[in-house]
């Protein structure tokens, strides 16, 4: 199979393509821009040409015909590459169908990792006990580890570990030999326009996997009939000494995923996890009590302050909404999940992906049913901004850059 993958260079298509590269599959792409990935991938091998108007897509498919044409969920229909690919009779598919199409060919059991929150850190868990256990294991991860790369393939494996996501409604190409379920509250309005419709998803998603672990509370929100359950209860929670109730809740799924599979005796795994380094944009650390987390929903803004709250007394969150459609639906869930920082540095929100149809809503509508409202300050990311940051941080507050947008890479630009 030769594929063409539009985007390489990307969190989400590179992983990939390094998979099919090992697979044994034949790999070009292309991108805007060069990036550690397709550093990593040229280093391989891999030809990228760094234009994207479909004339090297043409060449290529001249030169040996392409298969697949691979793509993210954002290129545009109008895309020049992709009308190419379409004109030139080539299979054109987003990243889920293919990875689904990997795993079929090469016979391997899938363990899919899905839910609201928590689905990165889960699944870089499992692949972390696997790698430890000295147990061989192809994985693809939405983000970047320290303990390997993000996607790999090992022909020797008989697992396949992947982070199943359901934007896009992206995990419903999967039948999963074991799905873990981390938790399930109600996202991407701009895919799903009602919570039923959400939940319903995860129904259709838990009736495809042979086997799901989840949390009761979940079951009951979804109200799902699994195939074969393990539901457990927060009576269930393992001993393990990771910082954040979330993360113990993560790792409780990965102990109880590798008692499933008989992976090695759960005072081994549990000693395992305790040792987790975690994951890039998950609590990671970029400096002096300064961190950076992923995190975007009122959900996950709880549940990593509190996390913060077990490192230190004296939280400084600066936030950064993420996507006016999405704050639309969560506003009203804005009250008491800023209750454990002291001071909330509030940003315009990151737009992306937009309904042009709805007013974008202001840093003032955003926090105005706010528990602790008098902790809130309007900002922007500027030198006003990196100045309270400073001040806080050499004060011995922590300080936690929070949001899927820009806002990362801007703590990062400082720092340097």
């Not at 379409?86 to 839910?115: C, F, H, M, P």
């Not at 896009?168 to 009602?194: K, M, Q």
């Amino acid at each position: 199979m030769n594929i063409f993958f539009s985007g390489i260079g990307g969190v989400g298509i590179g992983p990939l393509a390094e998979i099919a590269l090992d697979a044994g599959y034949g790999v070009q792409g292309s991108d805007l821009k060069d990036s550690p990935l397709t550093d990593t991938l040229a280093k391989r091998g891999v030809p990228i040409e760094f234009t994207q108007d479909g004339t090297y897509l043409e060449t290529c498919h001249e030169q040996k015909p392409i298969d697949w044409y691979v793509h993210t969920a954002a290129l545009p229909s109008d895309h020049p590459e992709l009308q190419t690919a379409q004109r030139l009779g080539i299979k054109t598919a987003k990243r889920d169908e293919l990875l689904a199409q990997i795993i079929q060919e090469k016979n391997l059991k899938l363990i899919a990792v899905s839910g609201t929150h928590g689905k990165t850190t889960t699944t870089g868990m499992m692949v972390w006990t696997m790698k430890q256990l000295g147990i061989p294991v192809s994985y693809s991860v939405g983000t970047t580890l320290s303990f390997g790369p993000s996607g790999q393939f090992d022909p020797k494996s008989e697992y396949f570990v992947y982070e199943c996501d359901e934007f896009d409604r992206n995990f419903l190409h999967f039948s999963p030999y074991l799905a873990i379920l981390t938790s399930v509250d109600y996202d991407h309005p701009d895919v799903y326009p009602t919570k039923d419709d959400y939940t319903a998803a995860f129904r259709q998603f838990i009736g495809q996997s042979q086997m799901t672990i989840m949390w009761h509370r979940d079951n009951d929100g979804i109200q799902a009939t699994a195939k074969n359950g393990w539901v457990l209860g927060d009576d269930e929670i393992m001993d393990i000494d990771l910082p954040g109730s979330h993360n113990r809740h993560n790792a409780t799924l990965v102990v109880k995923a590798a008692e499933y599979l008989n992976l090695g005796p759960t005072e081994k795994i549990t000693a395992i996890l305790d040792r987790f380094p975690g994951t890039d944009r998950r609590f990671e650390r970029l400096a002096d009590n300064l961190y950076s987390d992923y995190g975007h929903h009122p959900a996950e803004i709880a549940a990593t302050l509190q996390l913060a709250r077990e490192l230190s007394p004296h939280v400084v969150l600066v936030y950064q909404p993420h996507q006016n459609v999405r704050q639309h639906e969560i506003a009203p869930q804005y009250t008491n999940c800023f209750i454990d920082a002291e001071q909330v540095y509030w940003l315009p929100t990151y737009l992306s992906r937009e309904d042009p149809s709805l007013p974008i809503l202001s840093p003032e509508e955003l926090t105005k049913n706010i528990t602790n409202k008098s902790a809130v300050h309007i900002a922007d990311l500027n030198d006003e901004l990196w100045d309270h940051i400073e001040q806080a941080r050499s004060q011995g507050n922590l300080v936690l850059g929070m949001g899927a947008g820009s806002i990362d890479g801007w703590l990062r630009d400082r720092l340097n």
